[in-house]
RNA sequence: GGAGAGAUGGCUGAGUUGGUCGAAAGCGCUCGACUCGAAAUCGAGUAGGCGGUUCCCGCCUCCUGGGUUCGAAUCCCAGUCUCUCCGCCA
């Protein structure tokens, strides 16, 4: 959610702005809403006040004994008056509502305009391996080694599902267990929250309305009044573990991290280059998070994205950090970084975390504040998330960039505790 | 799944024969007085949001949404959540 005084002061400035991902949009309208809005409440307010007057006259009138049905009668008017200017003015905010919902938040200044194609490499970590053999993608590495079964899968979730089995499940356990100590180490609070949440979690994260479709939906009970859905990403629960509080300026930054799985329709995404676990319904992902004060939260993204870095460094793995055009960062977001890993099969860079500063974009949308203490007013916070990681990428990854002539597949150091050997054969 | 109780300010908790209630009292917190300092004591203050003619005024909010009424924390309806007991259960 934008700041509607910020439309007001200045629309050509916002309007401009939002130009950058290619959303064009028109004020006029929303101007026109917003001073109409601005009149009925006036209007309303004084009637209320009126009848807030009278109602503490009638009363004192009645114990003096004198007739009050004049004013009942004039007071009924205006009860009718303001059923009607509520009824108007609950039109006018339902308009500007939609209106605003749909608005994306604003790029940052430092974000180049334009799509995908505008995205620019910040940096790149390590180098592609080079070998000197035929390489394997890592469906065919999986498979051989039986670190996952697709065909059962498939038979358990349908299409878009795999079972990870034997040492591919102890793989990627050892990937989720690496990444949460890591970030127990480095401060960040550990979080495991519900994976079915309310309506409410999603209008706040900004997924909805615009994005229901690309959730799953759970069937609502009889007489339920909302709807449930499973969580696309824990960044939807964590953003929300404040929502509707004003938090103690000195508890700020607040620092997070969770573990869920992640459930994704994805519908019609499907393409044959990410067959696979490249793209699923289901994935697992750490997610960090943090709630900063707005000076604040610019060197909380960059400090996030370290975070992340770190971890790929960890495994050993080439990628690359790309920031990305104002057309391919999601809506609720003002700046996002991307960490691409190399997948030598289709000698693509896939990511592997996303990490976004959404300012006060969901802060506003959920009511999220602080108090500062200089001045003892509210303001809204900022919101960063980032992943931290997922593994659907780097398993890929992994065995791609870690796979041998015979077959074989190295196994990053820091996750051969778990695995219980440094090759998987 | 069955039965019952409840939801009020940072917290505890009054108020439910509708009006003087955004709301007693206590606690907590902040500031001031007293003090060498502290405790105790005394005094003052202490929700959020919206709008305006913006050091001031008005409006809204007593779980949420409707309704009745001149007027709703209080009455009616629906929903959500919490607690207790029974049953079931990882």
Redesign the pocket.
């Known amino acids: 959610m934008l700041d ?2 910020l439309i007001r002061q200045d629309p050509e400035t916002v309007r401009q702005a939002l130009l950058k991902r290619n959303v064009s949009v028109d004020f006029t309208e929303l101007l026109q809403w917003d001073s109409e ?2 009149e009925l ?2 209007k ?3 009637l ?2 009126r ?6 006259e ?2 004192a009138m ?2 003096r004994g004198e007739d ?1 049905s004049a ?3 004039e ?2 008017a ?2 009718d008056q ?2 009607d200017i509520e009824s108007r003015l ?1 039109d006018i905010e339902m308009k500007i509502k939609q209106f605003m919902d749909g608005l994306p938040n604003i790029p940052d200044d430092d974000v180049p305009a334009g799509g995908k194609e505008c995205n620019t490499v910040v940096r790149v970590w390590g180098e592609q391996p080079k070998f000197d053999f035929e390489p394997k993608d890592h469906m065919e590495l999986a498979v051989s080694l039986g670190l996952v079964d697709y065909e059962r899968g498939a038979k358990l979730g349908g299409s878009g599902f795999w079972v990870y089995t034997g040492l591919g499940a102890r793989l990627e356990w050892a990937l989720l267990n690496y990444f949460v100590q890591d970030h127990i180490k480095n401060g960040y609070e550990f979080l495991l929250p519900p994976h079915i949440l309310t309506y409410e979690c999603g209008y706040t994260a900004g997924q909805f309305p615009k994005f229901e479709e690309d959730v799953f939906h759970l069937k609502a ?1 009889e ?4 709807q449930q859905f499973l969580l696309p990403t824990a960044e939807t629960a964590l953003v929300n573990l404040h929502r509707n509080e ?1 938090i103690p300026e000195s508890e700020l930054p607040k620092r997070y991290f969770a573990y869920t799985p992640c459930y994704r329709r994805e519908a019609g995404s499907y393409r044959t280059q990410e067959r696979g676990m490249i793209r699923g319904h289901q994935f697992n992902k750490v997610e960090l998070f943090q709630y900063t004060k707005p000076e604040d939260s610019s060197d909380a993204l960059e400090e996030l994205v370290a975070r992340a870095e770190a971890l790929v460094q960890g495994l050993g793995l080439h990628y690359r950090v790309s920031k990305l055009a104002a057309e391919d960062i999601s809506a609720s977001m003002a700046k996002t970084y991307d960490i691409e890993v190399w997948i030598p099969s289709i000698n693509e860079y896939k990511e592997v975390s996303s990490a976004s500063n959404a300012r006060d974009y969901q802060a506003r949308r959920g ?1 999220i ?1 602080f ?1 500062r203490e200089d001045t ?3 303001e809204f916070v900022h919101t960063l998330n980032a992943s931290g990681l997922a593994t659907s990428r780097l398993f890929p990854a992994i065995l791609e960039q870690n796979q041998q002539a015979d077959g074989s597949v190295v196994v990053p150091e820091v996750l051969r505790e778990i695995v219980g050997t440094d090759v998987i054969r």
């Open positions: 509607i005084n809005r601005r409440m006036k309303g307010d004084d209320r006040a009848r807030n007057k009278a109602s503490d009638i009363p009645k114990r009050v004013v009942l009668s007071m009924k205006v009860s303001i059923k609950s009970d007489g339920r009044g909302f004003i009511a504040r108090r003892g007013k509210t």
